[in-house]
């Protein structure tokens, strides 16, 4: 084959790619050119009648919670065999999340008990007390009295595992 025969047909291959190329892009028609717009939301369905869009709002949970911006030691902890005094600190930095020693963030709960005057603090996976899911009864005003002493906290996955823990704040 001749050199100007293979380049006639290298130049139609070009063009015929280049075509197909072109024909598949979309058409860009003039003032559409927003890329990405969210789809509009749809206020018809059922959710939309009540209010939260039918989900529960938040009655007394973490949510403005006077634990955020606190940091606590664990100074004393007694399971079934064994008193230790760990001097961990634990630091609550959001309304669900708190650091241990300064490490990964973890997630907390604090609720106010129903018919007590106490509230229930639930840390999870607080590795002092095994690296499990620990919740306990904790006062009232233990934030605004710095410490919580003796109190129990038990395992939620295993509730015969128990802790009892003195906390001060700092």
């Known amino acids: 084959m001749k050199t100007e025969t293979k380049i006639s047909l290298f130049i139609i291959s070009l063009c015929v790619v280049t075509c197909l190329f072109l024909a598949s892009c979309k058409k860009i028609t003039p003032g559409s050119y927003a890329q990405n717009e969210p789809k509009p939301e749809d206020t018809t369905t059922w959710e939309w009648k009540y209010t ?16 955020v911006g606190t940091r606590w030691v664990l100074t004393k902890v007694v399971t079934a065999f ?33 018919a007590s005057t106490n509230k229930t603090l639930t840390l999870n996976y607080f590795l002092p007390f095994g690296g499990s899911h620990y919740s306990g009864e904790v ?7 710095g410490q919580i002493n003796n109190a129990e906290f038990k395992n939620i996955q295993n509730s015969t595992a128990t802790v009892r823990a003195w906390f001060l704040k700092l």
Request: net charge negative.
């Open 139 to 145: 006062g009232q005003y233990f934030v605004s009295d």
């Open 52 to 67: 939260y869009k039918g989900t529960l709002p938040n009655w007394g949970g973490s949510t403005n919670n006077e634990l």
């Open 82 to 114: 064994a008193t230790s005094y760990p001097n961990d600190t634990i630091e609550f930095v959001s309304n669900n999340q708190y650091k241990c020693n300064f490490y990964a963030l973890r997630t907390y709960t604090l609720t106010a008990g129903v």
